[in-house]
Nanobody, 126 residues
Framework: VQLQASGGGLVQAGVSLRLSCASS????????MAWFRQAPGKEREFVAS????????VAADSVKGRFTIVKDNSRNTVDLEMNRLNPEDTAVYYC????????????????????WGQGTLVTVSS
C-alpha cells in the first residue's frame, strides 16, 4: 500500500495550491480519507477529511472556507485545494486513510488512520 502525496512547493501568501494524493494498493473508495499537516516544532494536526462516498466532509476551523478536500474514487485520488494561503499554513502535508463506514465522516484523530503518505512540503512566504 502506498499513498503518494505531491503538489507542494514554495509560494507567496495569497495564492492557491492544489495537493494530490494518489493511492496504489489501496482503493480509496473503501476508506475514509484525510489530510493532516505538521509544522516545524508542532504536533501533527487535522486539516480536512472526507467520507467514502465523497459527500460528507469536514475541515478544521483554521482552514474552513479556504481549503477543500476532494475525492475521485474513479481515479483513486484525493486532493486538497488550498486558497488564500498564509504563512501559518507552512507545513508538511500528509494524506491518510482510515477504515470507515460508507457515509461516515472520518475521524480528526491521527491515531485512527492506518495508512499514511510520505508528505509534501508547503512553504508560504509573506
Amino acid at each position: 500500500v502506498q499513498l503518494q502525496a505531491s503538489g507542494g512547493g514554495l509560494v507567496q501568501a495569497g495564492v492557491s495550491l492544489r495537493l494530490s494524493c494518489a493511492s496504489s494498493g489501496l482503493s480509496i473508495s473503501d476508506y475514509g480519507m484525510a489530510w493532516f499537516r505538521q509544522a516545524p516544532g508542532k504536533e501533527r494536526e487535522f486539516v480536512a477529511s472526507i467520507a467514502r462516498t465523497g459527500a460528507g466532509r469536514v475541515a478544521a476551523d483554521s482552514v474552513k472556507g479556504r481549503f477543500t478536500i476532494v475525492k475521485d474514487n474513479s481515479r483513486n485520488t484525493v486532493d486538497l485545494e488550498m486558497n488564500r494561503l498564509n504563512p501559518e499554513d507552512t507545513a508538511v502535508y500528509y494524506c491518510a486513510a482510515t477504515p470507515s463506514d460508507w457515509f461516515e465522516v472520518p475521524s480528526q484523530i491521527p491515531g485512527k488512520y492506518d495508512y499514511w503518505g510520505q508528505g509534501t512540503l508547503v512553504t508560504v512566504s509573506s
